[in-house]
């Protein structure tokens, strides 16, 4: 189970690194295609505002790519959770803030690693 759970953080991890790419660094050029139905000039404006979201995409990804390298399992279940935590909150609110697709990509994910997680640490061990 411990490897289904590290692939989950892995793909979650690669997903959280492609919105940082997106949001820093093709805003303009990506951002249009990705989110249709805004104005063209939208993206220009906002560039700052999702470069910010960007970085804090990249702080997911450094938390998430670190619980491999954490050799304790107690801890490794404890930095685990909270980076998946904070995952499944983020995808949540933009679930409910911005589009039902964000919490399927971005929540759900997050949301079933976290349960086999808990299986895992709690059941299975």
């Known amino acids: ?53 960007g970085l804090y995409n990249g702080f997911l990804v450094a938390g998430l790519v670190w619980t491999f390298f954490i050799d304790d399992p107690i801890w490794w279940g404890r930095v685990t959770l909270f980076f998946l935590a904070c995952v499944a909150v983020a995808g949540i609110f933009g679930g409910l803030t911005v589009s039902k697709k964000i919490f399927v990509v971005q929540a759900v994910p997050a949301i079933l690693a976290i349960v086999l997680l808990l299986l895992h640490v709690y059941v299975v061990s």
């Open 1 to 53: 189970m411990e490897l289904l759970i590290q692939i989950l953080i892995a793909v979650i991890a690669l997903l959280h690194a492609y919105f940082l790419y997106l949001e820093m660094f093709a805003w303009e050029t990506l951002g249009p295609k990705t989110f249709g139905g805004f104005p063209r000039d939208f993206f220009s404006l906002t560039k700052s505002l999702a470069a910010n979201q």
